[in-house]
């Protein structure tokens, strides 16, 4: 039993006659009667009274029919569903990302699913870099969106958010009352909030070597992988620490103010990694293309 049995079949049902159902299925009535003597010795079953004047479905054939008509709709839903998955609208994608990135980039991500009406379920995992790289090796993540900068031969890389550092300064600090960008010489004697870098080149390496190009080693009390609790202890007056530009406009209650910094080259952005050599689903790969074309 194929498709075009089932075809035929529902056609000749729902007209009542072999002829009716020839004209709709554009074909010529022998065939057609011979198509459905065929289905009905395939199944084993009688489908059609054929002993009046016009066909009559036995109860078998009303049995019959409702399966078909669910089949035919099933089908239907495949053939929908495999097309897009091969276009990219459907499908499951899933992404480690910094907290910058769930933030900053996946709302927008979600807006676009949304919008396009796109069939995408996208799982975000937040965790520490070199765990993250790990599971794309292992497959188990699609892509990783993460702060530090990665040199691997198996890894492509490429910016999706590009933007200043800034700094942030406890309440009622001497800075604030300064005009201007504030230089890395300014904070020569502060304690500093700073993040981890365990793999690849982040922040604090670009930071560290600002130090010391003004002249001093910073002073660094605390390293840590989220920039919300170190915003939250400079608020509490345990030092100071440095955040994205895009982390100004959040508007959390309890955040200090962020200062832009003199030095222009202190910049930082956000890189969508993904495996060279295993291509993406083509979910995955329609996501990540809309995150580089958005932000990038």
Known sequence: MDEHRLKCFVAVYETGSVSAAAVRLHMT???LSILLRKLEDELGVTLFDRSGHRL??????????????????????????????????RGTVRIGCATAASLFIMPSVMKHIDEQQLHITVHVYEGESTYMLQRLRERSLDMVISRSHFIA???ESRVAMDEPLRVALPPGHRLLAQRGCVHMADLRDERFLLHNSLLGTGISDMLMRACHDAGFSPQVSYTGVETLPMLFMVQQGLGIAFAPESFATLGVQGLP????????????????????????????????????????
């Open 153 to 155: 031969p198996e890894f």
């Open 257 to 296: 103010p962020l200062r832009a910094l003199a030095d222009e080259a202190l910049r930082t952005h956000l890189n969508v990694v993904w495996h060279r050599h295993l291509p993406l689903a083509p979910a995955g790969a329609r996501l990540r293309d809309f995150i580089l074309e958005q932000h990038g």
């Open 29 to 31: 009535q022998p065939p």
């Open 56 to 89: 009559a479905p036995t109860a078998t054939g009303e049995l019959f029919y409702l399966r078909a008509k669910s089949l035919q709709a099933n089908i239907s839903a495949m053939r929908r569903e495999l097309h897009e998955s091969e276009q990219g609208a």
